[in-house]
């Protein structure tokens, strides 16, 4: 079993910067693909970011040109940097990680909250 555990979200104002990240209880050196999604209040959760195995990325066009994704195998930890922060960026964020052997399965962190406001 592999637990995934969010931290890096807060309050900040418009045009800010935050960074989320990941940590995985296991190595991920095996990563399929790394997501970062998001659940706006009253909206259904969107796909934010994603990262490939080979290091493809890609991204949802409202967070395109402002939003970088990365993974660090040596800290076990995927990264969604943000910037240029808009109020209608505020939701929970969510990283799942899609991993193979010898920790197969599909991982889900818990959570955390980001809130764009002045």
């Known amino acids: 079993q592999v637990q995934l555990v969010e931290s890096g979200g807060g309050l900040v104002q418009p045009w800010g910067s935050l960074r989320l990240s990941c940590a995985a209880s296991r190595s991920i050196s095996n990563m399929r693909v790394g997501y970062w999604y998001r659940q706006a209040p009253g909206k259904e959760r969107e796909l934010a970011a994603s990262v490939t195995s080979v290091g493809d990325t890609n991204y949802a066009d409202s967070v395109k040109g402002r939003f970088t994704i990365s993974r660090d195998n040596a800290n076990n930890t995927i990264y969604l940097q943000m910037n240029s922060l808009k109020p209608e960026d505020t939701a929970v964020y969510s990283c799942?990680?899609?991993?193979?052997?010898?920790?197969?399965?599909?991982?889900w962190g818990q959570g955390t909250q980001v809130t764009v406001s002045s």
């Open positions: 799942r990680l899609l991993l193979g052997w010898p920790y197969l399965g599909d991982y």
